[in-house]
């Protein structure tokens, strides 16, 4: 699947999407480089928006670095195949094995800011998240598993729980909600 082509014939829903597409396929024709994270200034990432068959609940992980219960996902590291990317960290993330994207177009397109911190003892600087997110669905029965690198919890949440579970303002005024919606009106 070719990444590239998916975000350029990705439909934004609104003018967040609508801007954010601009800045990543700026950034994609100015620094091929970005599906790695050798690139300190952007890089590609993919992340989940995961829900149960009913698509009444959402699985979600407490998060080590923001302390905040979050979406799955992860770095592209070199995969040009996002929508991979995405179930991969998915099942690294929370352990569920039966896990399927709902489709296989972007759900959502962003530009996400990452304040600098630690990691494995190492500092990373600022920078940015050139993120693409799919709606996937996974079984509420399979057993959850921590990635005790990466997060403290697993757990599923109703859509509006979901809400009130993450303690970063932006990700549920601007992401969060907006995936809920589409949710709501694509699969309700």
């Given at each position: 699947m070719n990444s590239i082509e998916c975000i350029r014939r990705y439909e934004p829903c609104c003018e967040q999407e609508e801007r954010d597409k601009a800045v990543i396929l700026d950034y994609l024709d100015r620094n091929p480089g970005c599906f790695s994270r050798?690139?300190?200034?952007?890089?590609?990432?993919?992340?989940?928006?995961?829900?149960?068959?009913?698509?009444?609940?959402?699985?979600?992980?407490?998060?080590?670095?923001?302390n905040s219960w979050s979406w799955t996902g992860g770095h592209a590291d070199g995969d040009t195949d996002l929508l991979a990317v995405a179930l991969r960290e998915c099942r690294e993330e929370t352990g569920v094995e039966h896990v399927r994207a709902l489709n296989e177009e972007i759900f959502s397109l962003e530009v996400l800011t990452v304040d600098g911190h630690e990691k494995r003892g190492e500092y990373v600087p600022s920078h940015l998240h050139l993120n693409v997110t799919y709606l996937l669905e996974a079984d509420e029965n399979d057993t959850l598993h921590v990635c005790a690198e990466e997060n403290a919890g697993v757990r599923w949440f109703t859509l509006d729980e979901a809400l009130k579970a993450s303690t970063e303002p932006w990700f549920v005024e601007r992401i969060y909600k907006k995936l809920n919606e589409k949710v709501k009106n694509c699969c309700g």
């Open positions: 050798s690139d300190l200034v952007a890089h590609m990432t993919a992340s989940s928006w995961v829900v149960n068959r009913e698509r009444t609940k959402v699985l979600m992980v407490y998060h080590k670095i923001y």
